[in-house]
């Protein structure tokens, strides 16, 4: 079984605001099967974790909450609908992004290709005579010189540093009529050899390279949440078989990991963790 989340992140403190159950093609389509779990009506419609995904930002959104960025991980930033479903929205995004993800460093100005005069249907699709790369090929071409060391926070250990790369890149699908011109960053570990991270962002000029990388981190937290819902907050003990059970057992983690966070800020001087 396998949940679309969304979390609320600010600093350290990280709460869980909603979830859906995500049903895969064959469950959808097995009507028996949809009705011995009672999901409802609406919900027996075939969406990508990436629909639900927007659906979860649209209620947020319905709902007042109130912030400044979304962060996700490489399963929704691989999805460049996804990514100009949340620009079309006017919400700035942090998505990490697979290492094969396609760039040009400069517009490759798709175009529709003239008709030849001869015979047969006209062409529709779009195309570019410009040469691209993946982001993995692009930072293996920088530099040792070209890596920047950015302080992220202080962890455990003391300070918590990553090295990174950042430029403006174009994405383009090829399906879009024009390329999206993003801030393309690459980080990798201290002493690392490799990327650990591939991050594109539509951040504006205000946002400098530093805050853009304090901003992708914040999902360490997020999973940290997580892991802590399900070692201490029984997300994962459940023996369900109908759609609400599994929803009222999320709500109830949820509520019991808010729970948590406001211990935490209340006893913060008495109880420092």
């Not at 950015?150 to 918590?160: C, N, P, W």
């Not at 174009?170 to 999206?180: C, I, M, P, S, Y």
């Not at 369900?240 to 209340?266: C, G, N, Q, S, Y």
Request: hydrophobic share 35%; aromatic share 8%.
């Amino acid at each position: 079984q396998v949940g679309v989340f969304s979390a609320l992140c600010r600093g350290r403190r990280v709460t869980l605001l909603d979830s859906r159950l995500y049903l895969p093609k064959s469950r959808v389509e097995d009507e028996a099967r949809c009705q011995r779990a009672r999901v409802p009506e609406e919900a027996r419609q075939m969406r990508s974790k990436c629909t639900r995904a927007l659906e979860r930002v649209d209620a947020a959104l319905t709902h007042g909450v109130r912030f400044g960025y979304v962060v996700v991980d490489g399963g929704y930033g691989k999805d460049p609908g996804f990514l100009r479903g949340l620009a079309s929205r006017s919400l700035c995004f942090v998505a990490d992004v697979h290492k094969d993800q396609r760039i040009w460093l400069n517009d490759p100005e798709p175009y529709v290709p003239p008709a030849s005069g001869g015979r047969g249907r006209r062409a529709s699709k779009r195309r570019t005579e410009a040469p691209g790369q993946t982001v993995a090929q692009w930072a293996r071409q920088q530099s040792e010189s070209a890596w920047k060391r950015i302080t992220l926070r202080q962890g455990e250990k003391g300070r918590l540093r990553a090295e990174y790369l950042h430029t403006r890149v174009w994405v383009w699908d090829g399906k879009e009529e024009q390329a999206r011109c993003w801030r393309l960053r690459v980080r990798r570990e201290c002493g690392a050899k490799s990327p650990s991270h591939y991050v594109l962002s539509n951040a504006g000029n205000e946002i400098d390279v530093s805050r853009l990388a304090r901003m992708q981190g914040r999902r360490f937290f997020i999973e940290h949440a997580f892991r802590e819902a399900k070692s201490d907050l029984a997300m994962a003990d459940y023996q369900v078989r109908r759609w609400d059970a599994w929803h009222r057992h999320m709500a109830l983690v949820m509520i019991a990991l808010l729970f948590v966070v406001k211990e935490r800020l209340l006893l913060k001087q008495e109880a420092p963790l």
